[in-house]
């Protein structure tokens, strides 16, 4: 996988304010070459799957009324070491689904 992809990918996760079928299919297609997309981005269960081998998922936290969502990813191997979470410049997600997948995504840049 290419990075710029991915970097692609989590700037248009970051720039929307919901999930979308459209943010799925991209998704699905530069990750996996499918065009039978899940829904990563408004369910919480599909974003869980695109956390890669290896990782686990840290905490989500965040304020539902003003809608920021935040989502820490840590390496299994590394207890308690560097997390990647979602935050942008400290700006949240608007929804835990979407904060999951912008913090897997940026995990995979890790594994890849």
Do not use: H
């Amino acid at each position: 996988m290419r990075r710029w992809i991915i970097d692609d990918l989590i700037a248009r996760l970051e720039a929307a304010s919901e999930g979308s079928e459209e943010l799925n299919d991209a998704i699905d297609f530069e990750l996996f070459g499918s065009d039978e997309a899940r829904p990563y981005t408004t369910s919480l269960d599909a974003a869980l799957t695109l956390v890669p081998e290896g990782w686990w998922l840290r905490s989500i936290e965040g304020c539902p009324q003003q809608n920021e969502w935040d989502a820490m990813l840590d390496q299994k191997t590394i207890p308690w070491g560097k997390a990647i979470g979602c935050a942008n410049e400290n700006v949240g997600s608007p929804t835990p689904a979407l904060a999951v997948c912008i913090a897997a995504l940026k995990a995979r840049k890790v594994v890849d």
